[in-house]
């Protein structure tokens, strides 16, 4: 599984993740983080230019943190161990909407890799939280539903279903891989549930997978039906791509699907599938999507390729619609 690292470990895969993650920092340990940082041991205001040179005086100031952000600034650096080349900044905590709480977010870059996270802080600043707060009068999935743009995306079933499954996959990764075989297996049991594709390549990790992205979208915006073909022969045969293959198989597989080559060429070599590749992969990020696969089962979010979570989401929806119904 390409997953993201745990919070704010760093990793070719990511910074921070662990989003369910509670973490709380009480004030004295906040305040020792502080000072450590104001007498020199970690600059507050990483990322910022260098003084001195002619490139630091041209540059524009950065606006002046408040106490609040050194600290929680402070505080990560030192429960996270990141020196000077780690750029983290920290916005300005702003009203949460809930009593008490503020919000800030907290974006942290290693060379080409950056991240953001979201933490919640006592507005007495005692206390900060990496987790979710939720409402308990509301439905918890529903701003993922909201969130997915699933428009001009390849899919399978009735639109109306009453169960919609959305995968944001990368075409290189194994557990993606798995995940394939798995739904193969068993979405055959289940004719009731729509099924969306979602395009996740992860490409410093997987450097072939934007071009299989690229291909799958081609196929799509020719002849839908032949995504799914195309969808089979890449997971199919991921241990014969490569990098310095990739195109070559990618137009042997359109091929075999039946599509035109002139027109499959020509789309993987315009920008209109990479843009809705770019697209998707912006989606994902709304709905954090950090590592792949991440399956939503209605709004559900599922990591991995575990068998029995899927179909126990599926059928928990299905029996939750068929109380309601509304299955299809």
């Known amino acids: 599984m390409n997953t993201s690292s ?50 630091a005086k041209a540059a524009t100031p950065a606006a002046p943190q408040s106490p609040l952000q050194k600290t929680i600034e402070a505080y990560v650096r030192n429960q996270f161990a990141f020196g000077p080349d780690v750029e983290v900044t920290v916005s300005e905590p702003k009203d949460a909407g809930m009593a008490g709480l503020l919000e800030t977010n907290v974006s942290v870059k290693v060379g080409g890799n950056n991240e953001d996270a979201k933490f919640y802080v006592s507005k007495d600043g005692k206390y900060l939280v990496r987790g979710e707060v939720s409402d308990l009068s509301k439905d918890p999935l529903a701003a993922n539903r909201a969130l997915m743009d699933l428009k001009d995306s390849p899919s399978v079933g009735d639109p109306k279903s009453a169960v919609t499954l959305v995968e944001f996959s990368d075409f290189e990764c194994p557990v993606c891989r798995s995940l394939h075989d798995i739904m193969r ?18 490409e410093v990790l997987h450097p072939w997978a934007r071009t299989a992205a690229i291909a799958g979208r081609c196929a799509y915006m020719q002849s839908p039906p032949a995504f799914w073909k195309m969808y089979d022969l890449i997971y199919d045969n991921q241990d014969i791509i490569s990098a ?85």
């Open 185 to 202: 297996g068993i979405m055959q049991n289940y004719p009731q549930v729509r099924v969306v594709f979602k395009d996740y390549p992860i």
């Open 244 to 328: 310095a293959n990739a195109w070559m198989k990618m137009t042997e597989f359109a091929g075999q699907v039946g599509l035109n080559a002139d027109t499959f060429r020509s789309c993987m070599a315009g920008p209109d599938a990479g843009a809705a590749v770019d697209a998707s992969r912006a989606n994902g990020q709304k709905l954090d999507v950090n590592s792949t696969p991440t399956i939503f089962v209605n709004g559900r979010r599922m990591v991995g390729a575990d068998v029995h979570l899927i179909e126990q989401y599926i059928q928990y929806e299905l029996a939750k619609a068929k109380q309601s119904g509304s299955t299809k």
């Open 6 to 55: 745990r919070l704010f470990t760093l990793t070719a895969a990511g910074i921070f993740a662990l989003a369910g993650s509670v973490m709380i920092a009480p004030t004295a340990i906040l305040a020792q983080g502080t000072q450590a940082s104001q007498s020199g041991g970690v600059a507050a205001g990483a990322g910022s230019a260098p003084a001195g040179g002619a490139a």
